[in-house]
T-cell receptor, first 113, second 112 residues
Framework: GEDVEQSLFLSVREGDSSVINCTYT??????LYWYKQEPGAGLQLLTY?????DMKQDQRLTVLLNKKDKHLSLRIADTQTGDSAIYFC?????????????FGQGTTLQVKP | EPEVTQTPSHQVTQMGQEVILRCVPI?????FYWYRQILGQKVEFLVS????????KSEIFDDQFSVERPDGSNFTLKIRSTKLEDSAMYFC??????????FGPGTRLTVT
């Protein structure tokens, strides 16, 4: 079946790196995404990785994909208080990149000054 | 930068009433979606829409739900007879033929 799991909570100090982990079950996933949700707001697309890639870096964000273990991680370097939010991992199910998204339950990142 | 918009931002309705949630997807996008997020729970897929028809729907999307693209810009979700358990944040999303999925800010539906 389709399932995405994340740890629920992560607390870090400002300036440290944050690593948010995610596991998924569907091996046919083509794209995997990270979305950010600030309190009371919608889902903001942060970054994504195509399933045939191992790593993608985008400024302070690094996405690592271990397809064998179906494990995805998001590393935020030099975490700032403005990074405090809920981070959702999602996999795209369906042909190409046109299918529905299956979300994890979200990881709340708390950044302490 | 183009964005998905949704109205209203918050809708309060009584149980049994019909509600229509409205979305304006990004103009050149071809795929449209509705998701919902019950407070404290996962974001759940409801329905996808392409080429003026439903392409996939989840078990949640029963006969009480319907979607429509009444004109070239709007995409609506109708709930015919709301239940308490329909209270949630409803997100609309859209994407190009093969591109990233962009979400609107959501409509918070409260059924009393």
């Amino acid at each position: 079946g389709e399932d995405v799991e994340q740890s629920l909570f992560l607390s870090v100090r400002e300036g440290d790196s944050s690593v948010i982990n995610c596991t998924y079950t569907d091996s046919s996933s083509t794209y995997l995404y990270w979305y950010k949700q600030e309190p009371g707001a919608g889902l903001q697309l942060l970054t994504y990785i195509f399933s045939n890639m191992d790593m993608k870096q985008d400024q302070r964000l690094t996405v690592l994909l271990n397809k064998k273990d179906k494990h995805l991680s998001l590393r935020i370097a030099d975490t700032q208080t403005g990074d405090s939010a809920i981070y959702f991992c999602a996999e795209s199910i369906g042909p190409g990149n046109t299918g529905k998204l299956i979300f994890g339950q979200g990881t709340t990142l708390q950044v302490k000054p | 930068e183009p964005e998905v918009t949704q109205t209203p931002s918050h809708q309060v309705t009584q149980m049994g009433q019909e509600v229509i949630l409205r979305c304006v997807p990004i103009s050149n996008h071809l795929y449209f979606y509705w998701y919902r997020q019950i407070l404290g729970q996962k974001v759940e897929f409801l329905v996808s829409f392409y080429n003026n028809e439903i392409s996939e729907k989840s078990e949640i999307f029963d006969d009480q739900f319907s979607v429509e693209r009444p004109d070239g810009s709007n995409f609506t979700l109708k709930i015919r007879s709301t239940k308490l358990e329909d209270s949630a944040m409803y997100f609309c999303a859209s994407r190009e033929l093969a591109g990233d999925e962009y979400f609107g800010p959501g409509t918070r539906l409260t059924v009393t």
